[in-house]
């Protein structure tokens, strides 16, 4: 009798143990649905970092590469061919217009005027005996002593002369313009700053100085630097503040303490398709001759800013079929596509001048699927790479090693 007493215990706790263990997984099954659902419904809204949109600076200021060339630059090259005689300026020298800079000895030239001369002596002789022929069987023709013929002959005999004159008057003419580009003299006042010749080298007509390569180059280069121009070539997107009484800060690597005023001169008009700039032209005064043509400046331009606009990251624009847009959150954490008007972008940043207020709350980064009138949760972004104090260091060029 107790031994069966002792079976039935047993069975019964057996039985407690399979129940107990059966309503053990039955209880974590159903907790583990609801925690799936719950995780389901949690996944199903999306975490998204919300910015404000920020006022723009009251002033656009951006620097950019500059070149200073001289007010006038003349590259001068021989008009005669010949050897240098003898050059009177050097390197930076500083002339007056119609100062000699160098002589070129033209020994065919010389000769070619001296035949014109001869030539013109021979015309001149012709001319005269055609012209005393000419009086004399006119006045025989009047007494009936010779033809009308013979007469009208020597009238074109001597209309023939005059013209052989005056073509060889022209020739000896254009030999004495020639004879004057043997001098070599400046076409301004300025200062010389290229000489490419020496004594003996021989030069070409129209060609410069030639090396012993057979390339030419211009002989001298005389620069008027009393004011300077700054090219610039300003990206398309700040065109707009390239107007009438800009002033441009300007500094050189040899006075890095000393800012120059640049005035805005005049705009190409006209941007260049591969870089998507416009060349853009300041004048510097130079009255002290300090600055020099040829030199690298950095060129620093400020503007006041178009009110009622904002920046908002380049990372919220939503490029949609319906124009530029971007997503907001109302305060019922609910989406809203709103259309924008954009300006000047940037990598990290972007102009809007319509579309937004001071208020609005827009995603960054929104996700490519975030539908109109979807719920999302807005979350504190995670803190950068730059906001350690280790990517500080990194920043600033700091090695512990």
Avoid at 19 to 40: E, G
Avoid at 289 to 301: I, M
């Amino acid at each position: 009798m107790f031994g069966f007493s002792k079976g039935r215990i047993f069975v019964f706790l057996l039985a407690t143990v399979i129940m107990a263990d059966i309503t053990y997984l039955l209880v974590q099954r159903a907790h583990n649905t609801v925690r799936i659902q719950q995780d389901a419904a949690y996944d199903q809204v999306p975490d998204v970092a919300v910015v404000q949109p920020k006022p723009a600076p009251p002033t656009l200021s951006m620097t950019l590469p500059g070149t200073l060339s001289a007010w006038y630059e003349a590259p001068i090259y021989a008009q005669v061919s010949g050897y240098v005689k003898m050059w009177y300026r050097d390197y930076g020298a500083v002339v007056k217009k119609g100062d000699l800079l160098a002589e070129i000895n033209t020994p065919r030239l010389d000769a070619e005027y001296a035949q014109a001369q001869a030539d013109l002596k021979v015309a001149q002789a012709k001319y005269d005996l055609a012209t005393i022929t000419a009086t004399r069987w006119r006045a025989m023709g009047q007494s009936q002593a010779v033809s009308g013929q013979s007469v009208s002959v020597q009238n074109a005999n001597e209309q023939s002369a005059k013209a052989e004159l005056e073509a060889t008057e022209h020739k000896v003419a254009q030999y004495q313009a020639m004879v004057h580009f043997k001098s070599i003299e400046a076409p301004f006042d300025g200062v010389v700053i290229a000489r490419n010749i020496n004594v003996g080298d021989y030069v070409g007509a129209g060609s410069g100085s030639m090396n012993a390569n057979g390339t030419a180059s211009e002989l001298f280069t005389v620069a008027d630097t009393h004011a300077m121009r700054l090219f610039v070539s300003v990206p398309e997107t700040f065109s707009s503040i390239l107007k009438s009484g800009l002033v441009a800060k300007v500094t050189v690597p040899q006075f890095p303490n000393t800012v120059f005023d640049a005035k805005f001169l005049t705009i190409a008009k006209g941007f260049d398709p591969n870089t998507r700039t416009v060349i853009t032209e300041f004048s510097i005064d130079n009255m002290g001759q300090k600055l020099w043509p040829g030199s690298f400046a950095s060129v620093t331009l400020t503007a006041p800013a178009e009110k009622g606009v904002y920046t908002i990251p380049t990372g919220a624009l939503v490029f949609q079929e319906h124009g530029m847009q971007v997503a907001t959150v109302d305060t019922q954490q609910i989406t809203h596509y709103r259309n924008i008007t954009v300006g000047r972008m940037s990598d990290a940043y972007t102009e809007v001048s319509a579309g937004l207020s001071s208020d609005d709350r827009i995603i960054n980064n929104p996700p490519a699927d975030l539908m109109e009138g979807g719920k999302v949760r807005t979350v504190e972004p995670a803190k950068g790479y730059l906001s350690t104090p280790n990517a500080a260091a990194a920043e600033n060029g700091d090695d512990d090693e």
